[in-house]
């Protein structure tokens, strides 16, 4: 009861001081909440986060909150790569083995930018095919086996957060407000116990107010998000402090469950 007390606090003091950032907490990437966009880090952007994850921001046969980790490098404007680790819980309790955090699924990601916003008209978006976890041997999993091969405890094996996507994004500014963001993509993966298949959308809105008060610039930089992931629709909020070295973002999964993360920024040029 007090880790999940201390887990509630720590998301709502989040939810007060935390500023705008475009990672992705729950797949290390660049995106919005679960859905991918078509924004891209500064070149030679070193990111590296952590998140707390509530159940309903896991895959479907999750029955447990978790944490990952992550760390990610954009090589050039272009290319961004990621290298992500969830804790899993795994046990065998007819062998009288419970279930604990004793494994990691591990993740490899990358994201390339095939359209910069522009670049034919004013009004063509940037566009961005991504993958996660595509490295994966074991993503139908089998339904009759655990990851240790035993039969008859349903299991899926690995590969819970395999993704492809193409995602386009364009940005609206608003005069002395801040900047709108539209982003629509496609997701498709290869699991037979969830199928994220599908359309995805989402919107955003980037504050940048006039510096005239003190309360204009604490709003500016933060960051409200919408999104459908093609399974559900979620919500959030973001933002940078100490310029943009530290960041977080807030959710709500399904508009309810709260999860949140923190990043840690460092630009290499």
Known sequence: MMIKKLI????????VCLQQTKAQYVYGTTGLLHAPSADMQRDKTFLCGFSYLQVAATPKHWNYDTWNYYINI?????LEVGYTCTLHKIGLPQY???????????????RLRVWKEGWWKEWTPQIVVGANDPSTNDVLGDPDKDDYGFTGTSSVGNGHWNRYYIVATKHFGVKNVGEFGMHFGYVYNKRLDYHRNGPVAGVNFQFALPATYFWMK??????????????SVNCGIG??????????????????YPSAGMVFRIHLK
Not at 8 to 15: E, K, P, Q, S
Not at 96 to 110: E, L, P, V
């Open 8 to 15: 509630y606090g720590t998301v709502l003091l989040m939810v």
């Open 74 to 78: 954009t090589l050039f404007p272009w």
């Open 96 to 110: 009288g083995y419970s279930y604990k955090f004793r494994n990691q699924d591990r993740q490899f990601s990358a």
């Open 218 to 231: 604490a709003v500016n930089g933060l960051n409200v998000i919408a999104e459908y992931d093609s399974y």
């Open 239 to 256: 933002y940078n402090f100490w310029k943009d070295y530290i960041g977080g973002v807030v959710e709500l999964t399904q508009c309810k």
